[in-house]
Structures are given as structure tokens and as C-alpha cells.
């Protein structure tokens, strides 16, 4: 063996012992992203539909139509300067804000797994 050949031979052996070891085939690590996501996508629906206290509105019933609609698009600006926080804002600051402000509810944690999905639902909006 050539010091080239014994050099591929291992490079070869750790790339089937990563392999081997993370559990998953590339291609399987893609289905479980995708699977991943449309769970949170499937939760942060019910999120956006929801009432988020008694008589209270959901985000849906503001942001169908007119001015107001909401388009993953729209949520792609943040962070951006807020008028009402009169400083600039991460998306979910302002999903929270909605929240607590015109839905009714309580403030999510940020970066918990709810806000996230809600997030990640309107970020399919069209
Ligand atoms: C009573 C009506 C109403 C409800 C309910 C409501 N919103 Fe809003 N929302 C508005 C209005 C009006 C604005 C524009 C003024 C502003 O930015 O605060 C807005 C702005 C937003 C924006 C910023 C859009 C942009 O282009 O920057 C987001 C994001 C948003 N709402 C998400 C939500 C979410 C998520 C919910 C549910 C938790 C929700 N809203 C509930 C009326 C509502």
C-alpha cells in the first residue's frame, strides 16, 4: 500500500463508521427533518386557529385578507423595526405581542417548542 492508498482506505473506514454510528442514512435524516417540520407546521395550525382565551380572537380571524393578511413572506422582513415596540423585533416578539395584545392569551416562551410552530406555520402561509 502506497501512503496515498492507506490514507483513502481509512478516510473510507471513517465514512462508514460515521455512517454506521449516527443511527441514519443521509436520506433517512431527510424524511426526519421533513417529518420534524410538519409536526410543528401540523401544531402551529391549531395554534393559529385557535382562541386563546374565552370569546377571544384567533390569529386567523384578523390576518385571512385586506392589509392584514399574513404570508410567510411578510414574517421573512423580521427582524424589523416595530412601530409599537418603537424598536426592532424578532418575529416571534411580534407573534407574542399578538398574543398577549390582540388574541387575549399568554406570552409563549421564546424559542419554545409552540412558538416555534406557530412560527413555523405562518411561514408556510401563502
Ligand atoms: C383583532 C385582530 C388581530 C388578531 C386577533 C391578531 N392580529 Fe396580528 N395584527 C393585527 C393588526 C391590526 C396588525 C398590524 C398592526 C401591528 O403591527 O401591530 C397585526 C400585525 C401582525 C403581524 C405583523 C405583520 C407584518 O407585516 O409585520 C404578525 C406577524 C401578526 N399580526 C401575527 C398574529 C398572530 C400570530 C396572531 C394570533 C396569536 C394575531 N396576529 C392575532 C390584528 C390582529
Known amino acids: 500500500m502506497t501512503p496515498r ?20 442514512t443521509p436520506a433517512e435524516g431527510d424524511a426526519k427533518a421533513d417529518e420534524a417540520l410538519a409536526e410543528a407546521v401540523k401544531e ?11 370569546g377571544g380572537k384567533s390569529c386567523r380571524a384578523c390576518h385571512t385578507r385586506g392589509p392584514n393578511k399574513l404570508t410567510g413572506e411578510r414574517l ?3 427582524p424589523k423595526y416595530d412601530k ?15 398574543i398577549k395584545g390582540k388574541s387575549g392569551g399568554e406570552e409563549l416562551e421564546l ?16
Open 5 to 24: 492508498t492507506r490514507l483513502l482506505t481509512l478516510f473510507l473506514c471513517f465514512v462508514f463508521a460515521a455512517t454506521f454510528f449516527s443511527g441514519s
Open 44 to 54: 402551529g395550525k391549531k395554534l393559529y386557529f385557535k382562541s386563546w382565551r374565552k
Open 76 to 78: 421573512k422582513e423580521y
Open 84 to 98: 409599537i415596540f418603537r424598536k426592532v423585533v424578532s418575529a416571534q416578539q411580534k407573534l407574542n405581542q399578538m
Open 111 to 126: 424559542g419554545s417548542e409552540e412558538l416555534n410552530a406557530l412560527e413555523a406555520y405562518i411561514s408556510t402561509l401563502k
